[in-house]
């Protein structure tokens, strides 16, 4: 396309992942430059490890609608938030295929908390679990779970807050000890939403379980995950909110908070987010980040909300979830009758 292109570089300081720069007009002409060269971004990002950082693409701030049709690159279905497991305050007004993370109203999502201790034992930026907790892949609670997330930043805090961290859960699984990959051969988590009463200090403090909906249960995920694009397996968990803490989180081994599951979730969790395996990426306004979530993990961290609005606007993309998943129903869909968030209205 004539004045338009398209370049990629590895990310800087970073253990996998590419950057891919665009220049292009107008946003008409950036989208139609990221349709023309669909198969080869997302060749890029499945060689990258699963993610991408694109830059170029500012003027999405004006056009919601067009972060939809790019996200189309990477999957068939752009989720529609409001027939998933999905607060309505999270809802974009115009686009329902839009999720809004902002501490503004009518949202009012708050950072999570600054890390204790504040820097870690060599004073740098924490990003190993437990010090950095938040460390989760997107909606693991629904089966299939989604493949894609695009992050795009339309108001972000200075670079140096509100940081989103990223962990390679395939390099995680390959630097596993071999008795360890033995001990995990053939396990499956149960994810829940951090709502609904499963929480390890909700299970510690006798917090009756929320009642759940037959499509609100939570979910059984293999703890290895091979991937359908590259065949790489890859470690599938979740932080301690968004698993199973009464039932699980790991499906045959000892429950609860302090059970044999619990404990081998935390080591799993420890050694996925080790520095060698994470990229902490500094957000500029416009940034658009794409990640994987059959083989990432990510994780916010916090900014001072006094100060700063933030503004991100999320897709996720569905479609292909690998052979684990092959002819299933969507586990969120609720029976007639009934709306998804049904007795949740207050997540």
């Not at 003027?59 to 068939?76: E, N, W, Y």
């Not at 907790?133 to 779970?145: E, G, I, L, V």
């Not at 306004?285 to 609005?309: E, M, T, Y």
Request: net charge negative; charged share 20%.
């Amino acid at each position: 396309m004539t004045g338009s292109s398209l370049t990629f570089r590895p990310l800087e300081a970073a253990p996998f992942g590419v950057l891919a720069e665009i220049e292009a007009g107008d946003v008409d002409a950036a989208v139609a430059l990221f349709l023309q060269a669909a198969d080869e971004i997302s060749g890029a990002l499945h060689a990258a490890g699963g993610l991408m950082v694109v830059r170029g693409l500012s003027a999405l701030r004006d056009a919601p609608r067009a972060l939809v049709t790019i996200s189309q690159v990477f999957g068939p279905d752009v989720e529609n938030y409001r027939e998933t497991l999905t607060a309505e305050r999270f809802f974009h007004e115009e686009v329902a295929e839009v999720l809004v993370l902002s501490n503004m109203p009518p949202c009012n999502h708050p950072p999570p908390p600054r890390p204790e201790p504040l820097l870690d034992e060599e004073g740098r930026f924490p990003v190993q679990f437990p010090q950095r907790a938040n460390w989760h892949t997107d909606q693991s609670y629904r089966r299939p779970p989604p493949d894609v997330t695009l992050l795009f930043g339309v108001t972000v805090p200075p670079a140096d807050q509100g940081q989103t961290l990223f962990a390679d859960c395939t390099a995680a699984l390959e630097a596993l000890a071999p008795e360890v990959r033995a001990e995990i051969e053939g396990l499956s988590g149960l994810h829940a939403p951090s709502w609904i009463g499963r929480r390890p200090q909700d299970v510690r403090g006798g917090i009756a379980p929320k009642p759940l909906l037959a499509h609100q249960l939570p979910q059984r995920q293999p703890l290895v995950r091979v991937h359908p694009v590259t065949g790489k397996p890859a470690l599938y968990i979740c932080e301690e909110a968004q698993m199973d803490h009464l039932e699980g989180p790991i499906e045959g081994l000892e429950p609860g908070p302090d059970g044999a599951g619990a404990r081998l979730v935390r080591r799993l969790l420890a050694h996925a987010t080790r520095r060698e395996f994470v990229y902490v990426h500094g957000w500029r306004q416009g940034d658009l980040v794409i990640g994987d979530n059959r083989c990432l993990l990510h994780a916010a961290s916090w900014f001072d909300a006094d100060k700063h609005p933030r503004l991100m606007w999320r897709t996720t993309v569905s479609g292909h979830p690998g052979a684990e998943y092959a002819g299933e129903a969507k586990s969120w869909v609720p029976e007639e009758g009934y709306a998804p968030m049904q007795g949740m209205e207050d997540a």
